[in-house]
């Protein structure tokens, strides 16, 4: 007997095609997924602490990522006033150039899953994504990643 998946189900395939979208962009640019994670969320010019939050790692790993895409020309660090605690970082021109193409690569490999929806739809399928992410994000607090998940997460 044929049994319909569940919703988590559905979420879990999503995912999968997600992370096989996010991969396959970020390598047409030589990026690692992690740099082009990276760089997504640098776009704003977070602090690192911001970033250890977005892309859910502790902050020495994320330190270390933002070292290697200094090292690669794509972010640099600044400390803004006489502190120096707070260190933000932000994209250099190649870094943005990149993060850039890396957007719209990604937005191009979704394109035709809306194009002929129309606006209301496209608007309640955001709305129902950005409530499932929240509530997502609510049930599970904040994130401790495993030794594992980090050393993945965060591989070169």
């Known amino acids: 007997m044929y049994r319909h998946p569940t919703l988590g189900q559905r979420l879990g395939h ?23 994670e990276l760089l997504s969320a640098a776009l704003t010019g977070p602090t690192v602490g911001d970033l250890a939050a977005a892309l859910r790692c502790d902050r020495s790993n994320v330190s270390r990522l933002v070292d290697r895409a200094t090292a690669h020309g794509l972010v640099a660090r600044r400390t803004p006033g006489a502190d120096g605690r707070v260190t933000i970082v932000e994209l250099t021109p190649e870094g943005r150039r990149l993060a850039d193409l890396f957007v719209e690569d990604l937005d191009r490999r979704t394109r035709s899953l809306f194009e002929g929806w129309p606006q209301k739809r496209q608007e309640a399928a955001g709305g129902i994504l950005g ?23 965060m591989r070169p």
């Open 14 to 36: 999503l995912r999968v095609a997600l992370d096989d979208a996010f991969q396959q962009s970020s390598r047409a640019l030589g990026l690692t997924p992690q740099q082009a």
């Open 131 to 153: 409530e499932i992410t929240a509530e997502l994000e609510r049930s599970c607090g904040p994130r401790e990643a495993a030794p594992q998940q980090v050393a993945h997460k």
